[in-house]
């Protein structure tokens, strides 16, 4: 089945549940009315669908590979690409003095949520792009801001952020490589880099890399480290790509999925390179390109499960096997009760992360708007409950879609083994999940719980509303939330961090449970009778309740997890 861009759901939230309208009432995002959110959502979803959807296949069959030092992308990504810059898809949200449209990162949202249903692999590349932008935005002198940011914006070069190393994964704060001031204002960058998405390829004539490294003298840690501009070719006075920096390839890694995507190791040998922000203020420049990823990553989860759900349910409802079990039924295993809960399960979930990561996105939009400290800590909050549950519907959808597909869905050839294999690593990357559940129960609750308080505010009020429309469904929604608030305060007052961190992973998915069911009441009362309703009952009923046994995992503590020993473990 070809891929279908879900224009018609983000209009729904957009307009029934996120709320965005508010974001255009503030001067800043006026041009963002429902014509113009309409005609940009309905350009992007033709562009995912005729021309990006296409290549996601070969993508997969044909990877990309390094030859005699040079990156040769899949075939159609190079087109694809230029469609998509030529369009200012890469840009949405980019600042209009640079050549962005200056539109909600809402919008930036929904439309990556649809690239990456289209083709994974390929939306990585602008993904990097959009979050280097806005790093530049807030860090960057205005002479880097000056020479990178139209080129970065028009598509013309692309970017990467350089974090990892082969001894610095996710403690940052190991890592060696060097930067040398060569006195001439500029530094020379020594190092390696690994696992480096979009580090090499064909695409562009440069490619513009953050790099992280070490002053002489820095502190030790993540207190010590700066940010550096890195191209692959240093740029003449007027920006044309001159002489060939001091980075190369080593090697492209062999991965489980997102095959299109190069993933590099990066070797820098007194690479030229621009202090970006200020020297040991690296990570605050860098969080705020890896805060603009985790958001986008959350939406490549959501992406990637409607793209593996269109592909289940019209398999269901052409597979013909066994008698109907229900009369006037279609005669295909859409009939059968478990398929029928899966696929309710995963349109369910799809909705309520979709819904999640719009929302946060929207906090964003206000936050950038108003300045008001309110919005920024609620889309604090919610970046970690977008990335990490957005990215579990997407594996869960995926494995789902397999399942469905029975013994066809472990034949590559039908694609559906692809989704679960290109979304595996979103997961991990920008933060494995496991870290964006101990910074929600740490850094977002260091307020005394007071963000996520607010916020289970607005959901019990709601749910009271709507008690006279649909009271069955709002009491379970705010008994839920009511639980929530209570694990709120248990972790708040946990004074050993290793307590909260025990069940972080389990509370998050509580808190994301929770939220989802607070938007699917909101679609009911916005859709009474209509299928939109009938998924939100589905939800309410049979997927919320799963936030109990969470909430006891999550305030267990950490003492019977510690007194499991190792050689408990390996016995």
Known sequence: MPYRAPVSDFLFLFDRVVGLDRVAAEPRFAEATPETVEAILTEAGKLCEEVVAPTRRDGDLHPARLENGVVRTSPGFAEAFRAMAEGGWIAVSADPDYGGMGLPMALTTAVNDMLSGANLALQLNPLLTQGQIEALEHHASDALKQLYLPRLVSGEWTATMNLTEPQAGSDVGALRTRAEPDGQGTYRITGQKIYITWG????????????????????????????????????????????????????????????????????????????????????????????????????????????????????ALDRKQGAAPIPDGTGTIVDHADVRRMLASMKADIFAARAIALSCATALDMARATGQAEWQARAALLTPIAKA????????????????????????????????????????????NGIQAMDLVSRKMADGGEAAVALLDEVEAFAEQARAQVPDLAAP????????????????????????????????????????????????????GGARARLARFYITRLLPEHAGLLAHARSGAEDLYAITPDDLAA
């Open 200 to 315: 090499d390829h064909d695409l562009t004539d440069n490619i513009c890399h953050l790099v992280l490294a070490r002053l002489p003298g820095a502190p030790e840690g993540t207190r010590g480290i700066s940010l550096f501009m890195v191209p692959k070719f240093l740029p003449d006075a007027d920006g044309t790509p001159g002489q060939r920096n001091g980075v190369r390839t080593v090697s492209l890694e062999h991965k489980l999925g997102i095959h299109g995507s190069p993933t590099a190791v990066l070797d820098y040998d007194g690479a030229t390179g621009w202090l970006v922000g200020a020297e040991n203020g690296g990570m605050k420049a860098m969080f705020t390109m890896m805060n603009n990823a985790r958001l986008g990553v959350g939406a490549q989860g959501v992406g990637i499960a409607e793209a593996a759900y269109q592909a289940a349910l019209a398999y």
């Open 389 to 432: 549950f957005g990215t579990e519907v997407g594996m869960a959808v995926a494995d789902m879609g397999v399942q469905i597909h029975g013994g066809m869905g472990y034949v590559e050839e039908t694609g559906a083994a692809q989704y679960l294999r290109d979304v595996r690593i979103t997961a991990i990357y920008e933060g494995t």
């Open 477 to 528: 929604v705010w008994n839920a939330a009511e639980t929530l608030r209570e694990a709120v305060e248990w972790l708040v007052g946990q004074g050993d961090l290793s307590a909260r961190f025990a069940g972080s992973a389990p509370f998050l998915r509580a808190f994301a449970r929770v939220l989802g069911a607070h938007h699917h009441l909101q679609a009911a009362i916005a859709d009474p």
